[in-house]
């Protein structure tokens, strides 16, 4: 299945079209791809950011041990090959003070570009949403600040996460039929 494309860039000049599309994306296939939406640069760098705080040793992760909904997440060694092993950076709402005081960052001395780098990402992907609410708004024929007055970007509670899966390394397999037994391990 290919996946419509949006282009957020010709938005600016035809706001009317660009809403007209989304509404066939959604109505056909419930998702579309957004390009040239003008993070590029910034994913960029978070993505550059992410990798360094991830190749972190964990004890220094560890410091910043998930709370409040916020912060590092190691993997799940109980889950072996059955689940999802990935380990997870939790960033909160940076819109209020008590709520962006609570994110836990890593200390100046490790990564000292990490939190600018990823607080800028994460504001300019809201600014994104913004804009892209005001186009979902335009095609379900609604005002294009529908909600914007409603007070849906009053009080904003979007969460950055950051994902790493580590892959495996090795991976070891017992296999039982009947009573023998096998040991398979690859790498």
């Not at 999802?84 to 003070?97: A, C, H, N, Q």
């Not at 609570?102 to 804009?131: A, D, H, T």
């Not at 979902?136 to 009080?155: P, R, T, V, Y």
């Amino acid at each position: 299945m290919n996946l419509p494309i949006i282009d957020f860039y010709s938005a600016e000049s035809d706001r009317l079209s660009t809403a007209i599309s989304i509404r066939q994306a959604c109505i056909e296939y419930g998702f579309f791809y957004l390009v040239n939406h003008g993070v590029e640069n910034d994913l960029v760098r978070a993505f550059d950011e992410s990798k360094r705080f991830f190749s972190l040793p964990l004890e220094d992760k560890m410091k910043l041990a998930y709370k409040e909904f916020r912060g590092y997440t190691p993997p799940d060694p109980s889950l072996g090959l059955q689940g999802d092993s990935k380990e997870s950076y939790y960033i909160g709402p940076l819109s209020d003070s008590t709520s962006a005081n609570l994110n836990q960052w890593p200390s100046q001395e490790l990564l000292g570009n990490c939190r600018p780098s990823i607080e800028s990402m994460y504001w300019k992907l809201f600014g994104v949403g913004k804009k892209l609410l005001s186009l979902i708004a335009l095609s379900l024929n609604m005002d294009e600040d529908f909600f914007e007055k409603i007070g849906a970007e009053d009080k904003p509670a979007a969460f950055l996460r950051l994902l790493h899966y580590p892959g495996l390394v090795a991976l070891t397999v017992l296999v039982r039929v009947g009573s023998y037994h096998s040991i398979i391990h690859a790498c």
